[in-house]
Structures are given as C-alpha cells and as structure tokens.
C-alpha cells in the first residue's frame, strides 16, 4: 500500500515556474514506476511526465517537452514536477500515480496508487 501527497500547485502568471512534489508513504516507493497525471473538466487524465523505477527512463508528454522535468528522491520518497514556462493551457489538477509495473504507462489504468491531485492555475 502506498500512500501519495501532493503539494506545491497555486496560481502563476504566464511563463513562471511551480515545483509540484509528491511525498510518498512506505518503504518500497523506489521499486515504483510514477507518473505526473493532469485533467481537466471532461477530460481524461492525460500522462504529463512518467519515471521508471530505475533512474534511467523518463517520459514526457509533448506539449511539455523542453518545459517539465520530473524527478524523484528514493532517499526522501518523493516525487517531482519542476514546471517552467508555463501557460494558461498547463492549467489542470495535476495527479501524482504510482504502478507497480516497472515501465513507464501512459494510460491512467495501469497506475495503481493516486494522490489527491493539486491544482496549477496559469493566468495570461
């Protein structure tokens, strides 16, 4: 069982910066592949930034590519979003997920722990 806490969502204005972090309950959060989901109202949840269990896989959606960074600290059990210039289209609630497969899953299906989500709102 792992438990996910997001935090670090707000309002920005149009090419600023927000850190979203997830802290992670339990001991086996490295063996963990883990996600940055995003939705909006109506929307699916959508793969933003995905992290392999191991250090050496990542992926990003494209429309972030070059923007977003994801990260983790298998130290700290956490999990980070480093988001820069930003855009009124970024804003969602953003989710962080966790799956117990070792590969790194676009669909929301295949994740099988969630946080609560945060809320990042860009103003033009």
């Known amino acids: 069982q792992v438990r996910l806490v997001e935090s670090g969502g707000g309002l920005v204005q149009a090419g600023g910066s927000l850190r979203l972090a997830c802290a992670a309950s339990g001991r086996t959060f490295a063996t963990y592949s883990m996600g940055w989901f995003r939705q909006g109202p109506g929307k699916e949840r959508e793969l933003v930034a995905g992290?392999?269990?191991?250090?050496?896989?990542?992926y990003y959606k494209d429309s972030v590519k070059g923007r977003f960074t994801i990260s983790r600290d298998n130290a700290k059990n956490t999990l980070y979003l480093q988001m820069n210039s930003l855009n009124p289209e970024d804003t969602d609630v953003y989710y962080c997920?966790?799956?117990?497969?070792?590969?790194?899953?676009?669909?929301?299906?295949?994740?099988?722990?969630w946080g609560q989500g945060t809320q990042v709102t860009v103003s033009s």
């Open positions: 997920a966790a799956s117990i497969g070792r590969a790194i899953y676009t669909s929301w299906r295949r994740y099988d722990y």
């Open positions: 992290h392999s269990y191991s250090a050496n896989s990542t």
